[in-house]
């Protein structure tokens, strides 16, 4: 029943996955969520995450932001970044997932989600037959408090981390730490 939204893999942050490996794996494209994903609710871009762009890039990576914000607040996030982006994305309709992909000229199993919401990023992405990635939401420490979604969230990710077969579904895409 909940299948739906449980995500290929789960990670710490965008900066825990191996992009190397993800390319080896015959990934071509990743579209990323925004807030929370990427930065804080509402922030602009840092230097580790404008940094991090520049190596996906070169890897050899085409990257796209999918977000349900307006197009002027990711167009404030991607001022040192080159990247397409779906504003008002609407999701977990699949519509501009697909549309994401033609955009990247890609493939939908070329192309990984990456976000931090189950009912909206990976719910897409799994109706979409997209792989996706799981990160942990960025939360500020003095923001003790969370939504009711973030709760059922949690739920889920109760039942996701019990079930084996749909854990680490991509295999080795966690970061070696140094």
Excluded at 110 to 137: C, H, R, W
Aim: with cysteine; hydrophobic share 35%.
């Amino acid at each position: 029943m909940f299948k739906s939204f449980y995500p290929y893999e789960y990670v710490d942050s965008v900066h825990a996955i191996d992009y190397h490996k993800l390319y080896d794996m015959g990934y071509r494209s990743i579209i990323f969520d925004l807030d929370n994903t990427l930065t804080h609710h509402g922030e602009n871009s840092s230097e580790e995450v404008d940094q991090l762009f520049k190596q996906i890039h070169k890897i050899g990576l085409k990257t796209l932001l999918l977000s349900n914000n307006c197009d002027e607040r990711i167009e404030l996030f991607l001022e040192n970044i080159d990247s397409p982006f779906i504003s008002n994305a609407n999701k977990p309709k699949t519509e501009n997932y697909f549309k994401a992909v033609s955009l990247l000229q890609t493939k939908i199993e070329e192309t990984i989600m990456v976000g931090d919401q189950l009912f909206t990023d990976i719910y897409g992405a799994n109706l979409s037959g997209m792989p996706n990635i799981l990160v942990k939401y960025m939360r500020h420490d003095d923001k003790a408090k969370i939504g009711i979604k973030r709760h059922l969230e949690n739920l889920i990710l109760m039942l996701y981390k019990k079930r084996k077969t749909y854990q680490n579904r991509l295999g080795g895409i966690k970061r070696e730490e140094l």
